[in-house]
């Protein structure tokens, strides 16, 4: 079986958008409306500045993807970059598929001049945080505090 890393194209927004809906269910038991992230979906697309999807390929079918997104920071003079979105369909996992994807980010930020690579993960999913620790990811010292402004 091959696995391979691509860059996400427009024609992809559709399945981005369906796993977004599965993974909000899974990790938070949120219901996502589909319009709505179908838009988001597609406003990635639409301003590159916003960031870009990476989605995953094993045997030319599609099996996840996930969202980098940029950070600046002032202290490091470069760019964090985020990885978000996260979904691996449920018959490829564990099967080195998020590997995969993380692997290519962390060699594209290090290729564009990024200062890290960063991601958060639920406080009760110790299942994603095993997998972050044992790719020598770093559990950091910061609360995440927000402030919901519309839902």
């Given at each position: 079986m091959?696995?391979?890393?691509?860059?996400?194209?427009?024609d992809d927004a559709d399945d981005i958008a369906r796993w977004?809906?599965?993974?909000?269910w899974e990790t938070e038991r949120k219901t996502l409306d589909p319009d709505t992230i179908g838009r988001?979906?597609?406003?990635?697309?639409?301003e590159p500045r916003r960031g870009f999807y990476l989605v995953a390929e094993r045997d030319g079918a599609a099996v996840g993807c996930l969202l980098v997104t940029y950070e600046w920071s002032d202290w490091r003079c470069g760019d964090f970059w985020?990885?978000?979105?996260?979904?691996v369909a449920p018959e490829a996992r564990r099967g080195g598929v998020f590997r995969s994807l993380y692997e290519s980010v962390r060699s594209?930020?290090?290729a564009a001049g990024a200062v890290g690579v960063r991601l958060y993960v639920e406080t009760e999913n110790e299942r994603a945080?095993?997998?972050?620790?044992?790719?020598?990811?770093?559990r950091c010292h910061y609360y995440m505090y927000e402030a919901m402004l519309r839902d």
């Open positions: 091959t696995l391979t890393i691509r860059a996400a194209a427009v977004n809906i599965a993974m909000a988001g979906v597609r406003a990635v697309f639409a985020w990885i978000q979105s996260v979904y594209k930020a290090e945080q095993a997998t972050y620790r044992g790719l020598g990811m770093e």
